[in-house]
């Protein structure tokens, strides 16, 4: 079963084949940074209209790497939420109608549940049952995985996520836009200890995230220091550490709760030098092992879409001629 893969969850076109036999057969990614780094973020309008332009030719260069035509295809997976709405209905489109013109089944896919998967393309790959971190710009999860499709959240952010205090400190800190890696290179010439900055939420019970207060303490950090570069350096330098310290913190907490040795983290935060340093050696201590998607799929990507929807697929799961996208969709629905 080969299977084309959309994601235009957001500001990255990401296309890809996936072929359970062979693999990844050929993956594609334009991203638009360069486009929002003028506006310091995210604008939706130019990220829709930019998605319409490349959707096509993307595809078009990843069926040629693989050397396929629409006929060999037996599937289309689309991102069907959540994100942006403009963003995304443009893949969902682009995906339904192309598998209605070419006579296969087509499935939405759930961003956050690809990212989970996105291990799996990976060798080895981790088995059921593991925890999942996910940590990207929207979203901080921790999750249960017994198998595919079989999900329980046990802590997520109350506000901001992580990589939304990356870019927003990042901004603080007067560093371009996207904010994560760059303030993540200054932290390397930080000085450790000079600042200290809470942990939020680890003194009390639970598995649930907040960096809000933390982004507010780097505000008055930044406010009653005197702004040279190694000042800015050790800022960095703390607000990491905090950020990695939480996450460390709460994985513990939920490996040794639910007797999980397997931990796998995904999503763009988990490209973090720092963190996977500190979750490398936590899971050792534990006795355990840590999984990563390599890093070029950590960002959002159509491989793990592709991945994603083949496994849908092959449990008969298809979308109707009707289709839908969800700027907001929980990962494990609501009873």
């Excluded at 800022?235 to 939480?246: K, S």
């Amino acid at each position: 079963m080969r299977v084309l893969g959309i994601e235009t969850s957001c500001d990255e076109t990401g296309i890809a084949v996936f072929d359970p036999a062979r693999g990844l057969l050929a993956h594609a990614l334009h991203s638009q940074v360069d486009m929002h780094a003028t506006y310091g973020g995210v604008v939706p309008e130019l990220a829709s209209r930019d998605h319409i332009r490349r959707i096509i030719p993307l595809i078009r260069k990843v069926l040629d790497q693989a050397r396929l035509q629409p006929a060999d295809l037996d599937g289309i997976a689309y991102t069907a939420g959540p994100g942006l709405i403009g963003a995304l209905l443009v893949g969902a489109a682009v995906g339904r109608s192309l598998a209605y013109a070419w006579g296969i089944p087509a499935v939405g896919v759930h961003h956050m549940e690809a990212h989970l998967l996105a291990p799996m393309l990976e060798d080895p790959a981790p088995a059921f049952p593991f925890l999942a971190l996910l940590v990207s710009g929207g979203h901080t999860l921790l999750v249960k995985v017994s198998g595919f499709g079989d999900y329980e959240v046990l802590g997520e952010s109350q506000d901001d996520a992580a990589g939304e205090a990356f870019d927003k400190t990042a901004k603080l800190l007067g560093l371009g836009y996207p904010g994560g890696p760059v303030l993540s290179a200054l932290a390397e010439r930080g000085r450790s200890g000079r600042f200290q900055l809470p942990r939020p939420m680890t003194e009390r019970p639970g598995l649930d995230f907040s960096f809000s207060g933390l982004k507010t303490s780097v505000v008055n950090l930044v406010k009653s220091e005197a702004g040279d570069d190694q000042t800015r350096a050790d800022i960095a330098r703390a607000f990491v550490e905090a950020v990695v310290d939480t996450l460390v913190i709460k994985c513990r907490r939920a490996m040794e709760e639910f007797g999980l040795l397997t931990l796998v983290a995904a999503g763009g935060v988990s490209a973090n030098r720092q963190l996977r340093q500190s979750l490398g050696e936590m899971v050792r201590e534990a006795g355990g092992r840590v999984f990563y998607p390599r890093p070029e799929f950590c960002t959002d990507n159509g491989a793990m879409i592709a991945y994603a929807g083949y496994l849908h697929l092959r449990e008969g799961e298809t979308q109707p001629l009707s289709f839908e996208a969800w700027p907001r969709w929980p990962l494990v629905s609501e009873a």
